[in-house]
């Protein structure tokens, strides 16, 4: 792949959008993206039409009858193989950079920790999914479970965010593991804007040295 993949986790109200924003600034003024190419921001789920039909189907609290477990894994399944290979894989060819909020460590983080589902069978799925694309660079915003909670207090949940705080220290748990055992970079979203901006804006340097 010719172009660059970078990836922000976290729980909700771990301050993803605005990081991802900052980043994009940041990235469009800096040399390091080449002249001829784009930077691509997307999100998981609803990044593609298809995905953003998926998304209300899978976050939507009005419907009477919500997904199943299963259900649920494979709308976000479904809505990464739509993603992958309308938006991510194309973009890379290119080699225009890609930001995407979420991929396949919020679908370990959320339906195996928190759901509890099959960890083997959410990375079967991941493997169909991605046929072979994965981040050069994932960044978890670490946040805790009551901060969480605190900052999305006057804001309307959605279905998953409806879980409640076992869920979701579950997830944030799941989260931390994660970027241990697979040397995502994490970033204490409880620190200065200014500070959490120049940590991922030095580890974006570092990515471009290494290739
Ligand atoms: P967002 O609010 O960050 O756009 O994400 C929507 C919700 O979907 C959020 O509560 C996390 C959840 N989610 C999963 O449960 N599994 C997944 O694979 C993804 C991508 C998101």
């Not at 970078?6 to 980043?23: A, H, P, R, Y």
């Not at 899978?58 to 009477?64: A, P, R, V, Y």
Request: aromatic content about 6%; some cysteine; proline content about 3%.
């Amino acid at each position: 792949m010719k172009g660059k993949f970078i990836v922000f986790e976290g729980i909700d109200g771990s301050g993803k959008t605005t990081q991802i924003n900052q980043l994009s600034k940041w990235l469009i003024n800096s040399e390091l993206i080449p002249k001829n190419n784009q930077l691509v921001i997307t999100r998981e789920p609803g990044g593609t039409k298809v995905g953003k039909l998926i998304r209300s189907l899978l976050l939507d609290t009005s419907q009477e009858n919500s997904p199943d477990s299963i259900t649920e894994l494979l709308l976000y399944a479904a809505d990464r193989a739509q993603h992958v290979n309308e938006i991510i894989r194309p973009s890379l060819n290119k080699g225009d950079w890609v930001i995407s909020d979420r991929f396949c460590g919020s679908t370990l983080a959320y339906q195996g920790y928190g759901r509890k589902l099959d960890i083997q069978l959410i990375k079967d799925l991941e493997t169909i999914a991605t046929q072979g694309i994965y981040p050069d660079i994932t960044f978890l915003l670490d946040i805790p479970v009551e901060e969480s909670i605190k900052r999305r207090r006057n804001k309307k949940d959605d279905r998953i965010e409806q879980e409640g705080s076992e869920f979701l220290t579950n997830v944030s748990l799941g989260f931390k593991e994660l970027s241990e055992e697979n040397k995502w970079k994490k970033i204490s979203a409880m620190n200065s804007k200014e500070k959490i901006i120049s940590e991922i804006q030095s580890e974006i340097k570092k990515l471009q040295k290494i290739y």
